[in-house]
Nanobody, 126 residues
Framework: QVLLVESGGGSVQAGGSLRLSCAAS????????MGWFRQAPGKEREGVAT???????NYADSVKGRFTISADNAKNTLYLQMNSLKPEDTAMYYC????????????????????WGQGTQVTVSS
C-alpha cells in the first residue's frame, strides 16, 4: 500500500522560505515520477513541480526560480524547497506519485498521478 505523508508547512511572511517533505512508504521513489501540487481556497488544484527518476524536473511558471524539487532516494523522501514566498503561494500543498515510471511531458496535470498525500498547509502573509 502506497502512503505519502507531507510535512513542513506553516506560516511565514512574504520573502521567507519553507521546505516541505513527503515521506513515502509502500514503494521507492525511483519507481515513479513524483510531483507537488497545491490548492488554494476556491481555486483548482495546480501542479507546482515534478521530478522523474532520472532527475529531470519541471516547474510551473509561477514558481520557477523560487522553488526547487528534489528527492532523497536513500530516505524515500521528496522535498520542495520554497524561497521568496509570496502571499499568492498560500495553499494546501500535496505530494503525489505518478502512474508510471517516467513522464515525458510537462507532468503538471493531476490526472497523471494516482497516489496522493493528505496535504500540508502553507500560509504566506504580506
Amino acid at each position: 500500500q502506497v502512503l505519502l505523508v507531507e510535512s513542513g508547512g506553516g506560516s511565514v511572511q512574504a520573502g521567507g522560505s519553507l521546505r516541505l517533505s513527503c515521506a513515502a512508504s509502500g514503494f521507492t521513489y525511483r519507481t515513479y515520477f513524483m510531483g507537488w501540487f497545491r490548492q488554494a481556497p476556491g481555486k483548482e488544484r495546480e501542479g507546482v513541480a515534478t521530478i522523474n527518476p532520472n532527475g529531470r524536473t519541471n516547474y510551473a511558471d509561477s514558481v520557477k526560480g523560487r522553488f526547487t524539487i528534489s528527492a532523497d532516494n536513500a530516505k524515500n523522501t521528496l522535498y520542495l524547497q520554497m524561497n521568496s514566498l509570496k502571499p499568492e503561494d498560500t495553499a494546501m500543498y500535496y505530494c503525489a506519485a505518478g502512474r508510471t515510471e517516467y513522464c515525458a511531458g510537462g507532468c503538471l496535470d493531476d490526472f497523471l498521478y494516482n497516489n496522493w498525500g493528505q496535504g500540508t498547509q502553507v500560509t504566506v502573509s504580506s
